[in-house]
């Protein structure tokens, strides 16, 4: 295992890697297998039109009580499963992993016992963490281990509102930032800390969540790793910077350390411990991720200020070739998959490849000024949706934020569940 060294030398030597790999990788658009003509495009969105029209329906007239919520969801999930088929070429058994009945469950009871662990908990807040617990449980099958929500990996995702919306929120002040940072990572290093406020009391109980699944004194490396993502989180408040020139900060360091630990600590909140291969390739698939958010929010950054690698270079020149890059270095990171061996694995990996295909192509439809125009023609034909349909889609769905919002809240309300309640007894 990783006990010879001491674990920021890990992260080091991780983050050494993947500077190393980024800039290794071609900045040329990879050869995609597939095509579409703009008739199959056209086919396929009235099947994608489908979804979005029982979401839009279950909108309107949110569940109220738990028989309705049961056929809204059998609602949404089969008529999800009928449009990733038919528009995006999803397989049966790709259906069947992400419409698994644990998956399914979860998600649906997730919105309920974050409400029991805190009442006050935004729908925003909620849709974050579940989305957090959805990689979660990728990584769960990759070890071949049970798909179910641990008390680990609720903490880990409800983390995330508590923390990092708080050190990424440019209202905060750097000192506010800087004394909670303290006073957290002290908690994070085992210490008894006072919470300063509701905010932090939170944090402090999620912590104390997975000291009860991983005793300190066993899993040294689980608190390690989690250590290890509080600093690159603290490192990232530079980046909120919109003063700083391009050395004052090392922006691409920064975005490969944050998002390499974010994935490495789910690593060990799920299986205590991980192998060099195993570390290797979950510290790149945490670095890919966090650049292909940071592609998919270039916008929102160049908004209000915050310096990614795509915020960055989109103020003097076009994206072609740093996206081609994000590419490559997603499919390389991806062939490490293989150090994970357990049966029936093939597909969650070709989900994880899908998905590295078509969310940055979705990214670029999203903000398509940031791209030459022969780019922006070439890259569409790997699209199996027009890129005007994923702009006026996404303008939509972004308009219906907080009736989608909603609807998460008519499952979060609080129910007398001995499941729930037995949940936080573990």
């Not at 469950?105 to 006050?120: A, L, V, W, Y």
């Not at 641990?150 to 506010?176: G, H, K």
């Not at 980046?239 to 974010?262: N, Q, S």
């Not at 698939?285 to 795509?310: A, K, M, P, R």
């Amino acid at each position: 295992m990783l006990k010879e060294r001491t674990f920021s030398e890990l992260v080091e030597g991780l983050l050494s890697e993947h500077i190393a790999l980024w800039w290794e990788c071609d900045t040329k658009i990879p050869d995609f297998d597939l095509s579409y003509t703009t008739k199959e495009k056209r086919g396929r969105e009235t099947h994608a039109d489908k979804l979005i029209e029982v979401l839009n329906a279950e909108i309107k007239h949110p569940p109220r009580d738990k028989n309705s919520q049961k056929a809204t969801e059998a609602k949404i999930f089969s008529t999800f499963g009928s449009s990733a088929r038919a528009a995006l070429d999803f397989e049966d058994r790709h259906i069947d992993v992400l419409l698994s009945p644990e998956i399914t469950s979860i998600t649906t009871e997730f919105p309920r016992i974050s409400r029991r662990f805190d009442s006050n908990i935004s729908p925003a807040d909620i849709f974050q963490a579940n989305r957090n617990t959805w990689a979660m449980h990728g990584v769960q099958m990759l070890f071949g281990l049970p798909v179910e929500l641990t008390p680990s990996i609720f903490a880990y995702s409800m983390i995330y509102p508590y923390s990092d919306n708080f050190l990424d929120d440019p209202r905060v002040l750097p000192d506010e930032k800087k004394a909670f940072n303290l006073r957290f990572a002290r908690r994070l290093s085992g210490e008894r800390v006072e919470p300063g406020n509701s905010r932090e009391r939170c944090l402090y109980e999620l912590v104390g969540m997975i000291e009860n699944q991983y005793p300190r004194t066993d899993f040294p490396l689980v608190f390690e790793s989690l250590l290890a993502i509080h600093r690159a989180q603290t490192k990232s408040i530079g980046l909120m910077r919109p003063d700083a020139a391009p050395y004052e900060v090392d922006i691409l360091g920064v975005t490969i350390e944050k998002g390499g630990t974010a994935v490495l600590a789910d690593g060990y909140l799920i299986a205590g411990d991980l192998t060099p291969a195993q570390a290797e390739f979950l510290f790149g698939y945490g670095v890919f991720l966090q650049i292909e958010d940071d592609l998919q929010d270039v916008l929102i950054d160049l908004s209000n200020g915050s310096q990614t690698i795509f915020s960055m270079t989109a103020k003097k020149w076009p994206l072609d070739a740093l996206v081609n890059r994000t590419f490559h270095f997603g499919f390389k990171v991806l062939e490490r998959m293989k150090c994970f061996d357990s049966p029936n694995l093939d597909p969650i990996k070709e989900l994880l490849v899908i998905s590295a295909t078509l969310l940055p192509i979705a990214a670029v439809a999203a903000s398509k000024h940031l791209f030459s125009k022969e780019y922006l023609r070439e890259i569409q034909k790997r699209s199996p949706l027009r890129f005007s349909y994923l702009r006026n889609q996404g303008r939509k769905l972004a308009r219906k934020h907080v009736s989608f919002m909603k609807l998460i809240e008519a499952f979060a309300k609080p129910e007398d569940d001995e499941t729930i309640s037995n949940f936080f007894m573990t």
